[in-house]
């Protein structure tokens, strides 16, 4: 389906079902749950439009912030971490402690 | 919108005796009104029984169906498309020849419908189907079926002999006309390829050792079924699930839990999504484990 931005029209259910099989009602909760969200609006009869990106960190922010994680891998591959000690290490930091997370699965 | 919520299909107790042999029992399951919804169980579960007394080829020793809100069988017939697992095609015939076929003997047929699906695929039309590969086969069955134009598909195992390629193909054909139909048709399909369900389907019924095991909405499963990993508890209480079933290792067990609410909390346990799949896979084991179970204490 590729990149949508602002004011472009969303595949119709029927669009999307013959782009990949998937269940159409599947299709239709997600528009719904995205026009719910006020991500996109369905005009009759002309189909759904993008009105607004998610909200969340800008874009460029992803950037900044692989850039420190390179760098910080770069630091524990010298220490001598294989990847999957990495991703243990992630894991287990991610988990022990409160990091000002707001995880709404959480509440 | 609300979602209404009308029943395609709805058993009560539903069974079939052969002789003393129960190969469906006690089935009670709901199919929503244009769903596609996946039937799932190992070899013998007693999903073709199933399907066939929902069809009305069978008649059931016990319990009741209401399809289509009809409880009786025989004037829904013409509302219903029923593809059984051997793909039941005149070997000798054309793809053509069945669409003049199915013409004369339906009360509701589109033959137009029925060629433009099977042309779209490049299938010749007046090549007898004998020459036809299996995936070919199977869309010319499909497309057959589609052009009586039914409320309610019932398809046995469609996908279980193609190849990955076919398979998609005939999924892709199967989706599309549920999107054509914009909630009129409802698709009730058995299979034993969990890995295509979680795309296609949006609601689950799981049949094993001739009973119903699990009968819900996908997002439901997926919302209310957890994977809880901790500390070795050999007999965890707790009120707020249920257990499907459980590994316990020296030190840890790990358990796949029915939650009566979402949003489970528990410091104890580690607590993981799991995919449609290993549920399915779960509620199987536990019924084969639980006929084992009844079969030596019968012997005993």
Redesign the interface.
Known sequence: MGILQEGDRLPT??EA??M???????VFKAY?ELEAEGLVQGRTGIGTFVLKRPSGPAPGTHDVLAKKLATWIKEARAAGLSTEQLEALIQITLRGGDYGANDS??N | MEQMTVNAIETQGLGKRYGSFWALQDCTITVPKGSITALVGPNGAGKSTLLKLLVGLNRPSSGSCTVLGDTSGASITPSIGYLAQEVPLYKQLSAEDHIQLGRRINIRWDSELAREHITKLDIPLDRSVKSLSGGQRAQVALALALAKKPKLLLLDEPVAALDPLAREDFLQSLTQAVADAEGELTVLMSSHLINDLERISDHLIVLATGKTQLCDSTSNVQQTHKLLIGARQPQPKNDAFTIVSAVHTPRQTTMLVRLKQPNFHDPQWQIQDVALEEITLAYMRGARQQAHKQLTKGDA
């Open positions: 259910v029927k079902v013959g990949v099989a998937i269940n159409p009602n599947t719904r699965k959480r």
